[in-house]
């Protein structure tokens, strides 16, 4: 990626949530600082505790509502 676009990616995207015990070591060895998962939750992360960043919870938005819309509703 970096040589395409110049960016170096820190965080991985889960897209459909499933993963490995060895998905997580994998992602920080190839230079992953995060990993965003499937499960729908607000993310509570003391400084220091990075281990937290690789369980990561994400609210998805579909196509054709606003985000003040999307944030209503949760």
Known sequence: MKDKTGFVPTTL??????????????AKNLGFKAILQC???VNIIKQGD???LY???????PS???TENFFDKI
Do not use: Q
């Not at 995207?13 to 994998?26: C, H, N, S, V």
């Not at 369980?55 to 938005?61: E, I, K, Q, T, V």
């Open 13 to 26: 995207t889960l897209p459909f949530g499933a993963y490995k015990k060895e998905t997580i070591d994998l």
């Open 39 to 41: 499960e729908e939750k």
């Open 50 to 52: 990075t281990e937290k």
């Open 55 to 61: 369980h990561l919870g994400r609210f998805n938005r």
């Open 64 to 66: 054709g509502i606003s």
